[in-house]
């Protein structure tokens, strides 16, 4: 229970920072249909993926999804600012 409780805590500060950094973001936001992966769509998002992963932020592509970016319990929050803060700066924002 701690664990799922962590999980969605880290994915609903992902989602908000996510969304404040002006990303779409194509995950449920209701905890009961939400998984721990958090979908960033862009329109370059496997170019995006690649680059993520080049400088070793964990994370895969899907088409129509984009990014699955996917914290787990042991992560912290600025490991995920810092995940995001990369990618405003790959795309410029």
Known sequence: KKIRERSLALTDYLIALTE???FEIRTPR????RGGTVSVFH???EH?????????ILCDFRPNA????SPHFFNTEEEL??????LRELVGK
């Open 20 to 22: 404040e950094a002006g």
């Open 30 to 33: 209701d905890h009961k249909h």
């Open 43 to 45: 329109p370059d998002a």
């Open 48 to 56: 995006l993926c690649h680059e993520l992963i080049a400088r070793e």
């Open 66 to 69: 984009g990014i699955r970016l």
């Open 81 to 86: 600012e810092h995940a995001v803060a990369t």
